[in-house]
């Protein structure tokens, strides 16, 4: 179970579809990402990261991936994710 954090929650709205990706890493870690569409029309991101035993790890929310389309704004995120996973640090968006 995650144990999601305050930028999960302010991000959620149960009123918009979107897409889910999850990838379960070989340390039992975990990377949620969450991507849609506003009713703005603004492409609108939630990346998460949590331990093995759903500590949470990191969390990032976007509410405006300019001029990213959903497909792009995931793998950005997918890249960030493992980026931090690798070296701790973030990169600049």
């Known amino acids: 179970m995650r ?15 979107f897409r889910n990706f999850d990838e379960r890493m070989a340390d039992g870690s975990l990377i949620n990402i969450q991507v849609r569409v506003s009713k703005a029309n603004q ?4 990346l998460g990261i949590y331990a093995q035993d759903g500590e949470l790890l990191l969390e990032e929310g976007y509410l405006d991936c300019k001029d990213q389309t959903m497909t792009t704004a995931m793998t950005w995120a997918l890249q960030r994710a493992y980026s931090w996973m690798t070296t701790g640090k973030l990169s600049d968006r």
């Open 43 to 46: 492409t609108q991101l939630f």
């Open 3 to 17: 144990n999601r954090g305050q930028i999960f929650w302010e991000w959620a709205d149960p009123d918009l579809h």
